[in-house]
């Protein structure tokens, strides 16, 4: 299990770098520490910011589908919009109302450093674009409607 940082813990705004040694025997280690510690909080998506670790990866669990996304970029977005109310491993206990694209397409890498495309939408979509946005430093706050 690790920790979650809390806001407003320094290291959540932290730019995370790129993942570029595949081969490196921490990398399954901690995306599956990720895994435990999310499922542990009954959170539904970590990045691994809010671990401590400065890498872009994050972990997301909708519909019993555990998603591992390594170097995720948004390749599209929906011009359709919506607001939902968002939670986050790092402000426990809160909900922030975010308007977010409906849906994307994500490219990012899998844990063998496989390419892989993920179109999203509903839940999935939202979660993923809030894990991408902590990859950045980019919190729920940043974006929630005042
Ligand atoms: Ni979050």
Redesign the pocket.
């Known amino acids: 299990m690790l920790k979650v940082l809390k806001y407003p813990d320094d290291f959540l705004r932290k730019k995370a770098r790129e993942v570029e040694d595949f081969k490196n025997p921490d990398l399954p280690r901690l995306v599956s520490d990720m895994v435990k510690t999310m499922e542990a909080e009954k959170g539904i998506?970590l990045?691994a910011p809010?671990v401590g670790s400065d890498l872009r990866i994050c972990v997301v669990r909708v519909d019993d589908t555990v998603h591992t996304l390594i170097n995720p970029k948004i390749k599209s977005s929906s011009r359709k919009k919506e607001i939902f109310e968002e939670g986050?491993?790092?402000f426990p206990g809160k909900f922030f109302p975010v308007e977010r694209p409906i849906k994307v397409k994500i490219k990012a890498r899998d844990l063998s450093g496989e390419k892989i495309k993920i179109k999203a939408n509903g839940l999935l979509a939202r979660v993923l674009q809030?894990?991408i946005d902590?990859l950045d430093g980019i919190?729920?706050i940043d974006r929630a409607i005042k």
Do not use: K, N
């Open positions: 998506g990045a809010q986050c491993l790092s809030h894990e902590h919190l729920v």
